[in-house]
């Protein structure tokens, strides 16, 4: 235990592990959590540099920089780095950090495991990169691999593509069934499920949809790699298979997927608003259930995402209307952030910042949802522009604020010092500028016509993809400057006191206990 407490793994014949093996063999959920953080986000860089080369060439009409074959195949990375190795490790490796300690265990229920369903990853990303080195090139169908561009018609790198994506949907269930057997086993007496922090409710329900659905994505490549290898004619017709099963086995998948990837931005983001606000949050008991509500529904929309492969109008108008059915949970949650910062004493330190960021453009992508849910006009819509800017706008602003608003808001707790507050102010502003740069006209450009993975495009849209490109490569170098912030803090400067967001006295019940075990406060207006 006191190995675990002091933040090192203890080698049983030996003593303490020393120096790089430390971190190999470590046990303890929070070298496990730095790992994951400094894995992901150097995912982050790699897939940022793919988005460059994309950018570099869309800056002008034409043919610039790169092959039509390469550019498709940076475009088919970036996806799935961004999804799989950036924003996915992020929030495993907050949820390592933060949910031992927000429960008021010693550590994750089984560290061990914990440890392998981290090392898995870095191989299965460095067999996916090695892809690009291959004959044929790497994986250049798209981030969503639909059939049979991907494998009647793919590089004959596509097999260990495959691989990697088992490599990462194994990591991912031993991740979640970790998470779920601490929730459930090893929280501090006293603490009921509905006396958790809400970044543990979402993370608890978000390992539920990982269970779920991992194993869907597991089947679809598997019947993709039987398709390439041995014969079979799932997704061909001419073998009497379908290509549209893949989609629907895919996005059976792949729309829990996108919740995966924005539910523990909701709870970082309803651990940091109340903080700010100094005002306990409002209706946690609804914002419970409207997480729920989210994972429930997020599992009977998929077709949404294949409204124009002919499908019967009953299922378009079935799964037009239980689409828009989501925004009423989503809306709650809006509604709960909003009234908890009204009439709040309300301070903007770079988290705070951040988390209203997140909750303003979360918004603008939630609405561009709604309207690509109305069936008629998504055929409108559908492989544009707006679709890239609708999921650009849920997943810069949403899932990877929330990511960066976890990483100040924690930093002072994890390192003992705080980072510098100018420096992540303007970090903030050239994120958000840099963002609503690259993302906003694409909204544009999408209800101008403009279609999506393509190298080139028409004259008319080359002012706004101007503008994109410009907008993209600042929010991606200043993510150098977030970089050089946490390895500033990490080595030391002004030490963050017991209570580092200073007026937040008294909101101390609502934080983590640094001790191992809970010593759980009442609310102040309870006592």
Same mark, same amino acid.
């Given at each position: 235990m006191s190995a675990v407490l002091e933040g090192h793994t %203890?080698?049983?014949?030996?003593?303490?592990?020393?120096?790089?093996?430390?971190?190999?063999?470590? %046990?303890?959920?929070?070298?496990?959590? #730095?790992?994951?953080?400094?894995?992901?986000?150097?995912?982050?860089?790699?897939?940022g540099t793919m988005a460059f080369v994309i950018r570099a060439e869309l800056f002008q009409p034409g043919m610039q920089i790169?092959?039509?074959?390469?550019?498709? +195949? @940076?475009?088919?990375?970036?996806?799935?780095?961004?999804?799989?190795?950036?924003?996915?490790?992020?929030?495993?490796?907050?949820?390592?950090?933060?949910?031992? @300690?927000?429960?008021?265990?010693?550590?994750?229920?089984?560290?061990?495991?914990?440890?392998?369903?981290?090392?898995?990853?870095?191989?299965?990303?460095?067999?996916?990169?090695?892809?690009?080195?291959?004959?044929?090139?790497?994986?250049?169908?798209?981030?969503?691999?639909?059939?049979?561009?991907?494998?009647?018609y793919a590089p004959p790198s596509t097999v260990l593509f495959i691989l990697s994506v088992h490599m990462m949907g194994i990591s991912s269930i031993m991740g979640a069934i970790n998470i779920i057997a601490t929730v459930l086993n090893l929280r501090?007496?006293?603490?009921? $499920?509905?006396?958790?922090?809400?970044?543990?409710?979402?993370?608890?329900? #978000?390992?539920?949809?990982?269970?779920a659905v991992m194993p869907? $994505?597991?089947?679809?490549?598997?019947?993709?790699?039987?398709?390439?290898?041995?014969?079979?004619?799932?997704?061909?017709?001419?073998?009497?298979?379908?290509?549209?099963?893949? +989609?629907?086995v895919f996005w059976f998948f792949g729309?829990?997927?996108?919740?995966?990837?924005?539910?523990?931005?909701?709870?970082?983001?309803?651990?940091?608003?109340?903080?700010?606000?100094?005002?306990? $949050?409002?209706?946690? #008991?609804?914002?419970?259930?409207?997480?729920?509500?989210?994972?429930? $529904?997020?599992?009977?929309?998929?077709?949404h995402h294949m409204f124009t492969v002919g499908m019967p109008i009953t299922g378009e108008l079935y799964f037009m209307y239980a689409t828009m059915l989501i925004a009423v949970p989503t809306g709650v949650k809006v509604?709960?952030?909003?009234?908890?910062?009204?009439?709040?004493?309300? #301070?903007?330190? %770079?988290?705070?910042?951040?988390?209203?960021?997140?909750?303003?453009?979360?918004?603008?992508?939630?609405?561009?949802?709604?309207?690509?849910?109305?069936?008629?006009?998504d055929f409108q819509y559908h492989d544009t522009y707006f679709v890239v800017a609708?999921?650009?706008?849920?997943?810069?602003?949403?899932?990877?604020?929330?990511?960066?608003?976890g990483v100040y808001y924690w930093l002072p707790k994890w390192t003992g010092y705080m980072y510098d507050e100018t420096m992540g102010k303007v970090h903030f502003w050239l994120s958000f500028i840099g963002m609503n740069l690259a993302f906003f006209p694409m909204h544009f450009t999408g209800l101008a016509g403009m279609p999506r993975r393509i190298p080139d495009y028409a004259l008319q849209f080359a002012n706004f993809n101007m503008i994109s490109s410009v907008g993209a490569f600042l929010f991606g170098f200043t993510q150098l400057l977030f970089l050089f912030i946490v390895i500033k803090c990490i080595m030391g400067g002004k030490k963050a006191s017991a209570k580092?967001?200073?007026?937040?006295?008294?909101?101390?019940w609502m934080l983590p206990s640094p001790a191992p075990y809970h010593t759980f406060t009442t609310p102040p207006d309870v006592k």
């Open positions: %203890t080698d049983h014949h030996h003593g303490p592990a020393k120096g790089l093996w430390r971190w190999v063999l470590t %046990t303890n959920h929070k070298d496990i959590g #730095t790992l994951y953080l400094w894995f992901s986000f150097a995912m982050f860089l790699f897939g790169v092959d039509p074959n390469f550019f498709n +195949q @940076m475009t088919t990375m970036h996806g799935l780095v961004m999804v799989f190795g950036a924003v996915m490790p992020a929030f495993v490796g907050l949820a390592n950090w933060m949910v031992p @300690m927000m429960v008021g265990a010693p550590d994750m229920a089984m560290p061990r495991m914990n440890n392998w369903s981290f090392w898995i990853l870095p191989f299965a990303f460095a067999m996916l990169s090695s892809t690009l080195f291959m004959e044929g090139g790497g994986p250049n169908f798209g981030w969503t691999f639909y059939a049979p561009l991907s494998t009647t501090a007496p006293g603490m009921t $499920l509905m006396k958790m922090p809400l970044f543990v409710w979402t993370w608890l329900i #978000t390992a539920f949809l990982l269970i869907v $994505l597991a089947g679809v490549v598997t019947m993709m790699l039987m398709d390439i290898s041995f014969g079979t004619s799932f997704f061909s017709a001419a073998g009497g298979g379908d290509p549209v099963l893949f +989609q629907h729309h829990p997927e996108v919740y995966i990837m924005i539910l523990p931005a909701f709870g970082v983001v309803s651990a940091i608003i109340p903080a700010f606000a100094r005002k306990p $949050l409002f209706g946690y #008991t609804s914002m419970v259930y409207a997480t729920a509500s989210i994972a429930f $529904l997020s599992f009977i929309v998929w077709a509604f709960n952030w909003i009234t908890t910062m009204f009439k709040g004493a309300l #301070t903007f330190e %770079t988290p705070m910042l951040f988390a209203v960021a997140f909750v303003i453009l979360f918004t603008i992508g939630g609405f561009s949802g709604l309207m690509l849910a109305i069936a008629p006009a609708h999921f650009h706008y849920v997943l810069v602003p949403g899932a990877i604020f929330g990511i960066m608003a580092p967001w200073e007026g937040a006295e008294g909101l101390e």
